[in-house]
């Protein structure tokens, strides 16, 4: 396991240092590549095949068979280790890819969406393997919450990069072509998480089934908890590209989405150096009050549209710090042995809060002040209801 480190950029050199923590982050960096690229190329490849309303079909399909079979998979992995469990899905996952590529252009959309659900239900496990291996291979305090910095900051800048890197190989080749490149990052992720899963976690974490980590009450608080800033991140995105639409500067909505990466990366990795000093479960509610402040300065730019420019950055800056002291927060109250399905379940709790942020918002896309009072709210609720819990998870989380 790797020590405790100290603070600022040694913090990431001493976690980077320890062995195999290199090719795990590498490894993480690829897996959420892999999952970036994958929804742009099937949108844009059924769409070339067939229709835009096809393609949205296709991917909610895909999505929903990935969602509901995510804490499977997961336990899955706790029972039989990351090897057996990687190189079955995977090849499946291949060969489903392959099945679906196939049947686009002339089977029936039932037939279309069945075969993407399945290939959903078959996604590899990767991320919340790399997560359940982060938190096998730290020990709780700086380590681990340095570990769950970076690996909220590589997903940040997998969601920048990857949709993009997709996008324009698939209008420069064809996106059939471009399934190609997502496959074998797929298969070099799985390959470095077989390769970093030490023989000995393996064989002390066996899942003992049940319910799974879901039976235990805090970590119930934690998936629902979890909701919040996701809920709030997908919110401000659609909030922003609707206010840069309705301004006439069109244009700046990906501007915008870009500025909020970049606050949030440079806030991850600010809080992976120096944030290790409290608990998960005090910086939670302090995180939450802070994304409330951050979206109270939406309504600043609606005077002087130039603002955003400032505002965007720091309405991101909390993103990666959030997500990170969740997933901190899902490592202390993990029942043991269910580390992979619990990271399983926050994953859908995640996709499940940021489902709901563009939600929450569609009904007031004309009264963007509106949205932004109902968003404070929110975040401002969860933050208090993230203080009221948080001795009771103390004491579950114990050492942490």
């Given at each position: 396991?790797?020590?405790?480190?100290?603070?600022g950029?040694?913090?990431?050199?001493?976690?980077?240092?320890?062995?195999?923590?290199?090719?795990?982050?590498?490894?993480?960096?690829?897996?959420r590549?892999?999952?970036s690229?994958?929804?742009?190329?099937?949108?844009?490849?059924?769409?070339?095949?067939?229709?835009?309303?096809?393609?949205?079909?296709?991917?909610?399909?895909?999505?929903?068979?990935?969602?509901?079979?995510?804490?499977?998979?997961?336990?899955?992995?706790?029972?039989?280790?990351?090897?057996?469990?990687?190189?079955?899905?995977?090849?499946?996952?291949?060969?489903?890819?392959?099945?679906l590529?196939?049947?686009?252009?002339?089977?029936?959309?039932?037939?279309?969406?069945?075969?993407?659900?399945?290939?959903?239900?078959?996604m590899p496990?990767?991320?919340?393997?790399?997560?359940?291996?982060?938190?096998?291979?730290?020990?709780?305090?700086?380590?681990?919450?340095?570990?769950?910095?970076?690996?909220?900051?590589?997903?940040?800048?997998?969601?920048?990069?990857?949709?993009a890197?997709?996008?324009?190989?698939?209008?420069?080749?064809?996106?059939?072509?471009?399934?190609?490149?997502?496959?074998?990052?797929?298969?070099?992720?799985?390959v470095?998480?077989?390769?970093?899963?030490?023989?000995?976690?393996?064989?002390?974490?066996?899942?003992?089934?049940?319910?799974?980590?879901?039976?235990?009450?805090?970590?119930?608080t934690?998936?629902?908890?979890?909701?919040?800033?996701?809920?709030?991140?997908?919110?401000?995105?659609?909030?922003?590209?609707?206010?840069?639409?309705?301004?006439?500067?069109?244009?700046?909505?990906?501007?915008?989405?870009?500025?909020?990466?970049?606050?949030?990366?440079?806030?991850?990795l600010?809080?992976?150096?120096?944030?290790?000093?409290?608990?998960?479960?005090?910086?939670?509610?302090?995180?939450?009050?802070?994304?409330?402040?951050?979206i109270?300065?939406?309504?600043?730019?609606?005077?002087?549209?130039?603002?955003?420019v400032?505002?965007?950055?720091?309405?991101?800056?909390?993103?990666?710090?959030?997500?990170?002291?969740?997933f901190?927060?899902?490592?202390?109250?993990?029942?043991?042995?269910?580390?992979?399905?619990?990271?399983?379940?926050?994953?859908?709790?995640?996709?499940?809060?940021?489902?709901?942020?563009?939600?929450?918002?569609?009904?007031?896309?004309?009264?963007?002040?509106?949205?932004?009072?109902?968003?404070?709210?929110?975040?401002?609720?969860?933050?208090?209801?993230?203080?009221?819990v948080?001795?009771?998870?103390?004491?579950?989380?114990?050492?942490?």
């Amino acid at each position: 396991m790797s020590k405790e480190s100290g603070t600022g950029v040694q913090a990431y050199r001493a976690l980077l240092g320890e062995r195999g923590m290199r090719r795990l982050a590498v490894a993480a960096l690829v897996a959420r590549l892999t999952m970036s690229m994958w929804s742009v190329v099937l949108f844009l490849l059924v769409a070339d095949r067939r229709d835009e309303s096809s393609a949205a079909l296709a991917l909610a399909a895909y999505t929903v068979g990935q969602a509901l079979t995510a804490p499977a998979r997961g336990r899955w992995i706790d029972r039989r280790g990351a090897r057996p469990v990687l190189l079955v899905t995977t090849s499946l996952y291949i060969l489903l890819v392959a099945a679906l590529v196939a049947v686009i252009e002339d089977a029936s959309m039932l037939v279309i969406a069945g075969v993407a659900v399945l290939t959903g239900a078959f996604m590899p496990p990767v991320a919340a393997t790399i997560r359940g291996l982060w938190i096998a291979l730290t020990l709780p305090g700086k380590g681990r919450h340095t570990a769950m910095a970076l690996d909220a900051v590589l997903l940040e800048v997998a969601f920048v990069v990857g949709p993009a890197a997709a996008g324009l190989l698939a209008t420069w080749t064809d996106p059939a072509v471009a399934v190609l490149p997502v496959i074998a990052l797929l298969v070099l992720s799985a390959v470095s998480v077989i390769r970093s899963e030490p023989a000995d976690q393996v064989l002390s974490s066996r899942s003992k089934g049940g319910w799974g980590p879901v039976a235990s009450s805090p970590f119930r608080t934690t998936l629902l908890l979890a909701l919040v800033p996701s809920l709030a991140s997908a919110a401000v995105e659609v909030l922003l590209l609707t206010i840069s639409h309705s301004g006439g500067y069109e244009w700046a909505g990906g501007l915008l989405l870009a500025g909020m990466a970049v606050g949030s990366l440079v806030g991850g990795l600010v809080f992976g150096a120096y944030g290790s000093g409290r608990t998960p479960q005090s910086w939670l509610p302090i995180m939450l009050l802070l994304t409330a402040c951050g979206i109270l300065m939406l309504l600043l730019g609606q005077a002087e549209p130039w603002t955003f420019v400032v505002v965007a950055p720091l309405v991101g800056a909390t993103t990666a710090p959030c997500l990170a002291t969740v997933f901190s927060l899902s490592a202390a109250t993990t029942p043991p042995g269910q580390r992979t399905e619990a990271q399983s379940w926050v994953n859908t709790s995640l996709a499940l809060g940021f489902a709901m942020g563009a939600l929450v918002v569609a009904p007031f896309a004309d009264q963007v002040d509106v949205a932004v009072v109902l968003l404070v709210v929110i975040a401002a609720v969860g933050a208090l209801a993230a203080r009221l819990v948080g001795p009771s998870l103390a004491r579950h989380a114990g050492a942490e």
